[in-house]
């Protein structure tokens, strides 16, 4: 075990999708800041990979991440011009599903609560605006022109990058073992070295459970599968103005992304999902269940899509009991803040939760409404 001499005024556990944004936030405050994580930034073995994310402000989860979504898209074009490369394609979503449906209902109360627009659809408007989707009659359609998605790897590069342009550290390549609150402050041992700092963040992803054990809070990590499907049919292509997509139908919600690469259209199911016992080795096998429940969707929505399945990935959602974030200050250690449990919704927001978590450890306050994301809020 090697002793790193350096002391930080903050550490960062963790530096995929929101830890990669806390360094960036970090070290443009001028923080000596270091990021520990086991795997280099953009990898595939976390939840922020797949190519694209789908970001959306008519929020059907909850209101109240409103505001959030308003400063990340803020964010995202600020990072967009930091690091020089296009990260956000504004395409536009269409959601569709019953109107008494958690998805349609979701997105009319935070459009109107928030004043947002939001363009109402019946299922024969949507199918000739945009040929490639069906619904059901019974369906109602709402699109929403300033959704779109995010190159999800690329944004965490860049996020990294800018970070370091600004002076962080980012240490990959070993595990982290562990953390203590001592009289330096907090300390934190890897497999190669130990490192002290003032405050430390915790944006751990699947593994936010081993590092949060004292907060109790009942964290799980499903499998998720992504798939790409091949088609010709130019409809879904990017510069036929097709949108994602989002459809809560009886069988769950799926959701996808329009063809921007040769792989086809992306599509994947939001509900469901096996539980995973070991972040590190999740089982990364197509299953053919999974393919099925896809390809019943495609049949039923996208008809123009083949059967090919050019290509599939997996990655992880980390679930809280009630599918909302935790971010806040941990309760024991006030130098300890922690944003985890994203539930499979939080890419698009991780702009906006790394500005927060430097906030949070170099100011003990944010300016962003989150005490519905309290940790607090299971013990209570």
Request: contains cysteine.
């Amino acid at each position: 075990m090697v002793t790193h001499m350096v002391h930080y005024d903050v550490i960062v556990i963790g530096a995929g999708g929101v830890g990669s944004a806390a360094l960036y936030h970090l070290a443009r405050r001028g923080a000596r800041v270091v990021g520990l994580d086991r795997f280099p930034p953009g990898h595939d073995r976390g939840s922020s990979h797949g190519q694209t994310r789908v970001i959306r402000l008519a929020y059907y989860e909850h209101p109240d991440y409103v505001p959030l979504l308003l400063r990340a898209y803020d964010l995202w074009h600020e990072l967009e011009q930091v690091a020089g490369k296009k990260l956000f394609h504004q395409v536009g979503i269409l959601g569709g599903g019953l109107p008494e449906g958690e998805l349609i209902s979701g997105i009319l109360r935070s459009s109107a609560k928030h004043g947002l627009l939001v363009e109402q659809l019946s299922a024969q408007e949507a199918a000739l605006r945009w040929p490639g989707y069906r619904m059901p009659d019974n369906f109602r359609g709402l699109f929403e022109a300033r959704a779109g998605y995010l190159m999800v790897e690329d944004c965490v590069r860049a996020h990294a990058e800018a970070a370091i342009r600004a002076g962080a550290e980012l240490h990959c390549g070993s595990a982290v073992r562990g953390w203590k609150i001592d009289s330096q402050g907090v300390t934190v041992e890897t497999d190669h070295e130990t490192l002290s700092a003032d405050r430390l963040v915790i944006t751990a992803g699947a593994w936010a459970g081993g590092m949060l054990l004292s907060l109790k809070v009942p964290f799980q990590v499903l499998r998720k599968p992504l798939f790409w499907y091949r088609t010709l049919n130019s409809t879904y292509q990017l510069d036929s103005g097709c949108p994602c997509f989002m459809f809560e139908t009886l069988g769950g919600i799926f959701y996808g992304v329009p063809q921007d690469s040769e792989l086809g259209v992306k599509v994947a199911e939001h509900t469901g999902g096996l539980a995973v016992d070991d972040p590190l080795h999740p089982d990364r096998t197509l299953h053919a269940a999974d393919q099925r429940r896809i390809e019943t969707c495609l049949a039923a929505h996208l008809p123009g899509v083949s059967s090919e399945c050019t290509a599939h990935s997996v990655c992880m959602y980390t679930m809280t009991p009630d599918g909302h974030f935790v971010v806040d200050r941990h309760p024991q250690h006030a130098q300890v803040v922690l944003t985890a449990g994203l539930s499979g919704h939080g890419f698009k927001f991780t702009s906006v939760l790394g500005e927060i978590m430097a906030e949070l450890a170099l100011e003990a306050h944010t300016q962003h409404a989150i005490d519905f994301l309290s940790c607090r809020r299971f013990t209570v």
